[in-house]
């Protein structure tokens, strides 16, 4: 749900995101804004004041999030971590990191980056609103709002609870003592369970005082908290299983190698059915073109297998990641969550050493769980 989004555009490399669920914060803001906040501040602003008001403070409350967000990811690529893009989504940012900090030092840096560049924002609009005082009352409503919601969204995201910014400081504390990252990991995202458990509880406290807005929006929240703390660790306990294995450990070899004109017709019967094996790479003069899967067969319709060629089926190398037998299993990890494949080509001096799917990968993390290694 939180991947996809409407592309924003690109800033320092980074591809930035809105997620649809933003559109619900942005107009609650709006709403509130405009409605309860602007009214009771400037009780003799007409509507439309209030309204133009309530979408600029809204629109520069989108850029401060934003700002938050672009500082974590330009401080992570200063230290070497490429980021992919920023989706800002209902609840505020998520930047996709395609590594984690290899550093508890770099791990600090990288959290607080965000937090004080909230901190650094509610100070600007704070000192606007402080020198314009008590002239221009239509940026002084503005600038108040935002001096408070960039110290809030500050203070928020320091609370010590993993996936939060002050979860990610107390993991890179942990860290640095035991020298145990998923150990650390553990402790901080049990206190962002914690946390987003004693958010639903004082949601649903509020709820039955009758505050039922307010007590729905913190509960889901905290929800979302929880969540998000379980998913964090889930990720970091799968990528610290994976490491130190290769991906010549787990990919299915013995490709056998197939001409470009072969039908799927052909293919299935002379070679799928008959050696029960999954992948073909095409190859010419012992060139590989690309690799034909079972998926890739599936995506033809049946009544075109005796007439469509492998080349046609196959999906290029060019548009294969690709990785070395010796390369680390959570880069594999990594290539197959990120890029939406079914699957990475190992490739050795050029050759297709195997393939690894996601079954492959599938069936080592569950081997490992059940042995309980
Ligand atoms: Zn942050």
Known sequence: MLRGGIPLGRVFGISLKLNYTWFIIFALVTWSLTVYYFPDAFPEWSTVTSLVAGIITSLLFFCSVLAHELMHSIVAQKLGIPVHSITLFVFGGVSQMSEEPKTPKDELRIALAGPLTSIALGLIFGAIWYWLNPQYEFVLGIAFWLFWINLALAAFNLIPGFPLDGGRVLRSI???????????????????????????????????????????????????????????????????????????????????????????????????????????????????????TLSDIRAVPRSAWPTKRVSEAMTPLEKMKSVSPDDDLSKVLRYLTEGDINQVVVLDNGDIAGVIGRDNLLSFINLRGELGA
């Open 174 to 292: 942990l860290w640095w003592r035991n020298k145990d990252l998923q150990k650390a990991t553990k402790i901080a995202s049990n206190i962002g369970r914690g946390v987003g458990y004693l958010f639903i509880f004082g949601g649903v406290f509020l709820v039955f005082q009758g505050l039922w807005i307010n007590g729905f929006w913190l509960a889901l929240i905290g929800w979302f908290l929880e969540n998000a703390a379980v998913g964090s660790y889930q990720q970091v306990a799968l990528l610290g299983m994976l490491q130190g294995h290769t991906a010549r450990e787990v990919m299915t070899r013995d490709c056998p190698a197939i001409p470009p004109g072969l039908t799927l017709d052909e293919l299935v019967n002379e070679h799928v059915l008959t050696t029960g094996r999954r992948c073909f790479p095409v190859t010419t003069d012992s060139r590989v073109l690309g690799l034909v």
